[in-house]
Nanobody
């Protein structure tokens, strides 16, 4: 059974930081591309960041480049999203993603950026 369990979301002030975590199980974690998507209220789901299985190559949406960092710990089957300089426009539900099979998403964790 594939499981992706996100944690670390919450309420943060503009300019603040959060770290999201995704604990994965049910597949060979180290061989899969992992990532984060987000969906803001009334908007379509968008890709935030990807980290490939080989060499840790990363990709970022232009809107978060320079502010967010994706990383993975293959020994812990965990992928992280470090978010800095958060803006109100970053408010969304954030979903962990795995490329296993045709792709899986977790249940999501809410990030709210507000003063």
């Amino acid at each position: 059974q594939v499981q992706l369990v996100e944690s670390g979301g919450g309420l943060v002030q503009p300019g603040g930081s959060l770290r999201l975590s995704c604990a994965a199980s049910g597949f060979t974690f180290s061989s899969q591309t992992m990532g984060w998507y987000r969906q803001a209220r009334g908007k379509e789901r968008e890709l935030v960041a990807l980290i490939l299985s080989i060499l840790g190559i990363t990709k970022y949406a232009d809107s978060v480049k320079g502010r967010f960092t994706i990383s993975r710990d293959n020994a812990k089957n965990t992928v992280y999203l470090h978010m800095n300089s958060l803006q109100p426009d970053d408010t969304a539900v954030y979903y962990c993603y795995s490329s296993f099979h045709q792709g899986y998403w977790g249940q999501g964790t809410q990030v709210t950026v507000s003063s």
